[in-house]
């Protein structure tokens, strides 16, 4: 069908005399097809494109290069309107999904609260007509009577497949009974708020046996595809070693009973690992949901069975699985259920927090559950706007292989080839070498280029601390972006470069230059939870012939628990070291850090805290928090940092190699505690509220000086009240929304102090924020702009500099709408520094 355009008519070789703007141009179909094709290749053509597709396409060589304009015009705008409504048609149904969860969510709360409303009236009732002597009776027949009863409904189970059936609808019940029901008091994770743009519904358990989280969300895929990829458990769950299906068993009804056999790593190597026994049972419910339920089998008889394995220490898992329900308009519904004995008794007492916290299940195992499905929901529907670029699915599984690298050698389990060496008397530092083939098969096959693969065996050393006081996630972050305040350069060439050239490169002292860190951005989870992303370092040596001639090596790194605001997160950097010409394939050998939070994860599960876990976690905007505000809503004070480090080495050089290694691990110990205690807030000054480690009679000085100067220089208050004493000036000047940040009078000015916007702007910290130089965040219109002034600045005493584009810290762009620079005079009226105020600023 021919289309129209409000341009003019067609058909007159005059084309001039036939243009009316008030009727429709009508193109033949030939002319449509011709423009469709050319819209295509370039939907937005300039003017000389246009007379150029003119020349070129004969069968449009009557129509003004006006019109084609026009109809490419409306074109653009008929794509857009498909678009809008294809989103907003996409936005409905999700909307509509996520009412019917949530009025379905309001109906158990509903029959939740009718049932304590009920129980509370009984237990008053039951108080009130009972004498003490009584109860004292009473409650001792109770406990006589519930052992009794405990024992009657727990005789030995039959394992035979009418037993095994008979289990399974049993755990399909209770299950349900979670999913859906009141088995469980459900409350809300802290911190989480359901949403059209959440990850979902999250729900930890309220004193219950064991551990308990539950969460309910929306995803883009079909049921049989959500419980395909839940059942593919390690390919998801970060710390599962393993899954072995012993036993395959189908059902009547349609549905397969399995019996399986799991490992799971142990998170630090102060804890011993955890397995289960279990029975998995899939169904289909008369609704159509698609249900897939696991409990552990214990006491059976007639049946296969599987002994206890050392090291592991056997855990229980109680009735949980996945409902996944079809959405109309594409997708599912899903329920997840997670309920746990982890066997809290066999880790000492410091790390039961982690063993007896629904918190930290919910985050590791639930919500990482619902974010595995819609990152592959992400990635299938959005194949090119991913953040995952162009291969998501590989760059995941590097993820994937950075993380079970790393909890291989925290665990060091024997079966895997790895042997604990003798130490040196002290206990800080555990060396493990591993010489099994299969672990040096890929480092000698992928790394060797021309050089000969000598390297014929893995060192690990590893060791565990507690810090104290300290956000996990802003010591992650520190040590993410300044690496050379804990890394020793010359180690970091050799665990490159060792399976090139062998343990002879293993230096001495350090070599070359260290031209310092460079992060380039490889990938990000949908909700930034997790980063991927190649470390450069510039200028080393690998080897010593490499000290006049430095080169560049490279590290594959993760990162991932850097939002403070996320209760009961692991706070992890792993990294390996890599090849300029990485491959898919390419073996990884991972070292790193995991920081894990204890006080917080055990307030918020707690079952003596009110129901209302959220209301005492309201938080402001990103970016907007002092490091007190951080420490109040994590509540965390302790948290345990495992660290590892690997190296491939010759074996005859054990020796040498594993006293390397210890004294490094060590040196990065002391860094860490080093850095943890200029980090954390209980170390820092508390006036007036404002915990930063400026917070002292320096600082309030600086303060005064800077709001002086800037009266003086510009006439106006920098600050709505400045009359107050020196503490109010600096915590107004701290929480000011504008980025303020000082900078030195050196040769190579470099910043001394920012407020807390400042440090957002930059992305960084106020310890490591003096490494940071004045034209590292300029691009080069900037610097010669800021040069240009610099002279102005020092004679007049202040310039405005138009808005513009500098750079974070971590090398991202930064637009302000405009930047106000002034002098800052001391007391004696001489120069102390320079004030920069970025106003308006945001990320680009």
């Not at 972050?477 to 180690?491: G, M, P, T, V």
């Not at 990000?524 to 980063?531: D, L, P, Q």
């Not at 040498?656 to 000054?685: D, E, K, T, W």
Request: hydrophobic content about 40%.
């Amino acid at each position: 069908m021919a289309t129209s355009c409000k341009d003019g008519k067609l058909g007159h070789s005059n084309s001039s005399n036939s243009l009316d703007n008030g009727k429709y141009v009508r193109y033949t179909p030939e002319q449509v097809e011709a423009l469709e094709r050319l819209y295509h290749e370039c939907p937005k053509p300039s003017s000389l494109r246009r007379q150029q597709l003119i020349r070129e396409c004969p069968i449009l060589s009557n129509i003004e290069p006006k019109q084609i304009k026009v109809w490419f015009q409306n074109r653009r705008c008929r794509e857009k309107q498909r678009k809008e409504a294809s989103r907003l048609q996409a936005v409905n149904r999700k909307l509509t999904a996520m009412n019917k969860l949530l009025m379905e969510e309001n109906d158990r709360l509903q029959k939740q609260v009718s049932q304590l409303v009920y129980e509370n009236g009984y237990f008053r009732q039951h108080t009130q007509n009972t004498t003490l002597a009584t109860k004292d009776t009473s409650c001792e027949s109770v406990v006589t009577s519930g052992q009794h009863q405990l024992t009657s409904q727990h005789p030995p189970r039959d394992a035979s497949p009418a037993g095994l059936l008979s289990i399974a609808e049993e755990t399909l019940a209770e299950f349900l009974s979670k999913a859906t029901g009141t088995a469980v008091e459900w409350v809300q994770m802290p911190g989480m708020k359901p949403g059209p743009d959440s990850i979902g519904i999250v729900a930890i358990s309220h004193g219950c046996t064991g551990v308990a989280a539950r969460a309910c969300g929306l995803v883009g895929l079909e049921p049989t595809r959500v419980a395909e990829i839940l059942k593919d458990r390690p390919s998801w769950f970060r710390d599962c070693r393993a899954v072995d299906v012993l036993n395959v068993l189908p059902t009547a009804n349609g549905g397969t009973i399995e019996l399986l056999y799991m490992q799971l790593y142990a998170p630090t190597t102060l804890a011993p690992a955890r397995d289960f026994w279990l029975l998995r049972y899939t169904s289909v419910l008369e609704d159509g949901s698609l249900v897939v339920c696991e409990r552990s089998l214990k006491n059976t008889q007639n049946g296969p069975s599987m002994p206890p394995v050392q090291p592991f220490v056997r855990a229980e898992m109680l009735p949980s699985g996945y409902l996944v329900r079809p959405c109309e308009g594409g997708g599912s519904i899903i329920r997840i259920v997670d309920h746990l004995d982890l066997e809290p008794w066999s880790v000492p007492e410091v790390l039961r927090p982690l063993y007896e916290s629904s918190t930290m299940l919910a985050q590791k195992t639930t919500m990482a559950a619902l974010r595995q499905l819609r990152q592959i929901a992400q990635e299938i529907s959005q194949p090119n706007v991913s953040g995952w670029g162009r291969r998501p699915a590989a760059l995941r599984a590097l993820s994937q292989r950075l993380s079970r690298g790393f909890n291989e050698a925290l665990n060091g389990f024997t079966d895997e080839g790895w042997s604990i060496m003798g130490n040196d008397g002290i206990d800080d530092v555990t060396i493990l070498v591993n010489s099994s083939p299969d672990k040096l098969m890929g480092l000698n096959l992928s790394f060797s280029n021309g050089f000969p693969a000598v390297s014929n065996a893995v060192l690990c050393a590893r060791a565990s601390m507690l810090l104290q006081n300290v956000p996990p996630a802003v010591l992650l972050r520190f040590l993410r972006e300044h690496r050379s305040e804990w890394a020793d350069n010359s180690i970091d060439a050799y665990s490159a470069a060792a399976v090139k050239v062998g343990p002879c490169a293993l230096p001495g002292s350090r070599m070359g230059s260290f031209g310092g860190q460079v992060i380039l951005p490889l990938a990000h989870t949908i909700e930034h939870e997790e980063f991927l992303e190649v470390i450069k370092l510039e200028g080393m040596g690998h080897s010593p012939e490499d000290a006049l001639m430095p080169r560049d090596i490279f590290f594959l790194q993760m990162c991932s628990g850097v939002d403070e605001n996320a209760v009961g997160t692991f706070a992890e950097l792993i990294f390996a070291p890599i090849d300029a010409s990485f491959a898919d394939d390419a073996p990884l050998l991972p070292s790193g850090f995991r920081i894990i939070p204890l006080d917080s994860v055990k307030e918020a599960s707690s079952p003596n805290r009110t129901l209302d876990l959220a209301s005492s976690l309201e938080i402001g905007p990103a970016g907007n928090r002092s490091f007190n505000d951080i420490n109040a809503n994590s509540g965390c004070t302790r948290s345990v940092m495992t660290i590892a480090f690997e190296f491939a080495f010759e074996s005859h050089m054990q020796e040498h190699v594993a006293s390397m290694a210890r004294q490094y691990v060590r040196s990065i110990i002391s860094s860490v505690q080093r850095v943890a205690l200029a980090l954390s807030p209980s170390n820092l000054g508390s006036h007036a509220g404002l915990r930063t480690p400026l917070g002292t009679p320096e600082a309030q000085t600086l303060a005064r000086w800077i709001c002086h100067s800037y009266r003086c220089y510009l006439g106006v208050d920098l600050l709505k009240s400045s009359n107050e004493g020196s503490e109010s000036i600096l915590k107004n000047l701290w929480h000011h929304s504008d980025a303020i940040m000082c900078c030195s009078l050196k040769a190579l000015p470099v910043f001394t102090f920012a407020n807390q916007a400042g440090l957002d702007m930059l992305e960084t910290t106020l310890v490591a924020l003096q490494d940071i130089t004045l034209e590292k965040i300029f691009d080069d219109h900037g610097r010669k702009t800021l040069c240009s002034e610099f002279p102005q600045i020092m004679q007049q005493g202040f310039a405005c500099l138009q808005g513009g584009i500098c750079l974070s810290s971590m090398g991202r762009p930064v637009s302000y709408e405009r930047a106000v620079a002034w002098k800052v005079m001391n007391e004696e009226e001489n120069a102390h520094c320079i004030c920069f105020m970025f106003i308006n600023w945001s990320f680009v």
